[in-house]
Structures are given as structure tokens and as C-alpha cells.
């Protein structure tokens, strides 16, 4: 099990950027499937993105694959999302999750209790 450390979040205006990082606490991060997720108040938890063990492979949410951007460094043990063109519905509690997953696709279905999950960071924006 990882320990995840989101940060990043913020209050930011309509348009504007945030980048959102995700710190594991050991080199196994490097064997994790990477995700990010959202929370907006009222709302269940969506899948934003996904990149694989080696970020050669990406996974996006239809709506958010023209404005955000998942990576990752293994050096540092982190993970990031870049977000551009933020909206005021993009306004949620962003938290990463860590899987171990062997396939050739990066998953965006199956996410779980049983990954390990950073306790999130809040962006908002305002219109």
C-alpha cells in the first residue's frame, strides 16, 4: 500500500489554470496505475484521468480531454494533472488513487476502495 498526498487545489476565476500533484510515499509508485478523480458537492465520484506505469499510455474523460492533461514523473514519485480552461462546473474535491494493473489498456473503469487514495485537494472556481 502507498500513501498519497494530493496538493495543488485552489481558488481560482473562470479560465484560468490550476496543476494538481499527487506525491506517493515509496518507489513502488512507479508500479501503480495512476488516476485522477473529482467530487463536486451533491455529486458521486467521476473518473478525470488515467496514465499508465510508465506514462506511455493516457486515459481521458470524454469531457475533460481537451482541456486536462495527467503525467507523471517516477523520479519524483508523483503524479500531476494539468487543467486549463477551468470552468465553474469543474469546481469538486480532485483526489488520485494508485492501482496495480497488468493489462494493456489503463483502466478507467474499476476503480475502487481497495486502491489507495490521496485524501484530495479542493479547486474552485469562480464564474
Known amino acids: 500500500q502507498v500513501r498519497l498526498v494530493e496538493s495543488g487545489g485552489g481558488l481560482v476565476q473562470a479560465g484560468d489554470s490550476l496543476r494538481l500533484s499527487c506525491t506517493a510515499s515509496?518507489?513502488?509508485?512507479?508500479?501503480?496505475?495512476m488516476g485522477w478523480f473529482r467530487q463536486a458537492p451533491g455529486k458521486e465520484r467521476e473518473f478525470v484521468a488515467a496514465v499508465s506505469m510508465r506514462a506511455g499510455t493516457t486515459t481521458y474523460a470524454d469531457s475533460m480531454k481537451s482541456r486536462f492533461t495527467i503525467s507523471r514523473d517516477n523520479t519524483k514519485n508523483t503524479v500531476y494533472l494539468q487543467m486549463n480552461s477551468l470552468k465553474p462546473e469543474d469546481t469538486a474535491v480532485y483526489s488520485c488513487?494508485?492501482?496495480?494493473?497488468?493489462?494493456?489498456?489503463?483502466?478507467?473503469?474499476?476503480?475502487?476502495?481497495?486502491?489507495?487514495w490521496g485524501q484530495g485537494t479542493q479547486g474552485t472556481v469562480s464564474s
Open positions: 488513487a494508485g492501482r496495480r494493473f497488468l493489462g494493456a489498456v489503463v483502466p478507467t473503469t474499476g476503480w475502487n476502495e481497495s486502491h489507495d
Open positions: 515509496d518507489r513502488s509508485f512507479s508500479n501503480y496505475v
